[in-house]
């Protein structure tokens, strides 16, 4: 996503079959047991430098954490999101105790890419996070939410936890190797989100993952302002959520072990 016209993904039949398809395999189901009071997790994608700066100061007013899902590809670059973040920007998430985590080098579109060229997106990614001093990502986000059979193969050997951008909540059986998530963007971005909050406070084993892009006064049609993030985040502390990075949140779904393993 760094050109002004953004990429999209395969939005054919055919990229709707091979995502539902990918939801049966290499799945990494959760079980939840020592889940009591729903989770919610608060996520940037990519990530325009207005997220680490806007986005984790709103974080840090309200004293909760988050996850920055990084493509180092695009540091320093200007884009329709504004300008992405500087090697600094991520170094300075990471001191504040925010999780970093993997999003491929170059924003690569993993449902339609082949596993050696998925490997070396990631490998490429966590050798310059490395280089910021960044340890090893331990969650992935997949690019465009776009996802296949070989793309999971990949993650599921590599990470705790991959989110892709279909709505939903994770529940006790949730597919941890795709997980669901809303996104805080565009026009209607705030009611969809607090839609989703409301749901999920009346369930109390569940885990919210919410994403933006940029956070700033005139965002892009991926992003939110800060008031709009703001008021979100307000709303989660006020319905009581324990707020996660996305690693800390699988971690503790997965806790009493994976519910079972399928393929
Ligand atoms: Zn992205």
């Known amino acids: 996503m760094s050109e002004s016209k953004p990429y999209a993904a395969d939005r054919s039949l055919y990229g709707k079959l091979r995502r539902r398809f990918a939801r049966f395999s290499h799945t990494r189901p959760i079980g939840m047991p020592g889940i009591r009071r729903p989770m919610l997790t608060v996520s940037f994608d990519d990530a325009p430098a207005s997220s680490a700066r806007n986005g984790a100061a709103i974080l840090k007013s309200h004293g909760v954490t988050g996850t920055w899902f990084i493509s180092a590809g695009m540091m320093g670059q200007d884009s329709h999101m504004g300008p992405m973040t500087s090697g600094d920007d991520i170094r300075a998430l990471y001191a504040a105790g925010f999780e970093i985590g993997c999003h491929t080098y170059g924003h690569l579109d993993c449902g339609r890419a082949g596993k050696d060229e998925i490997d070396k997106a990631i490998e490429d990614n966590q050798s310059v996070l490395h280089s910021l001093g960044i340890p090893m990502p331990r969650t992935f986000a997949y690019p465009y939410g776009d996802v296949s059979a070989q793309a999971k193969a990949v993650v599921d050997k590599r990470y705790l936890a991959s989110r892709a951008l279909h709505h939903g909540l994770i529940v006790p059986g ?78 503790r779904a997965l806790m009493a072990g994976p519910a079972s393993r399928a393929a």
């Open 174 to 251: 949730t597919d941890l190797n795709q997980a669901p998530a809303v996104g805080i963007e565009g026009e209607d971005g705030e009611r969809v989100a607090m839609s989703w909050l409301e749901r999920a406070a009346k369930t109390p084993q569940s885990w919210l993952v919410l994403y933006t892009h940029d956070v700033r006064k005139a965002p892009s049609p991926f992003g939110c302002t800060p008031e709009v993030l703001n008021r979100i985040v307000a709303k989660g502390v006020e319905l009581g959520f324990d707020f996660v990075t996305f690693a800390g949140g699988a971690e």
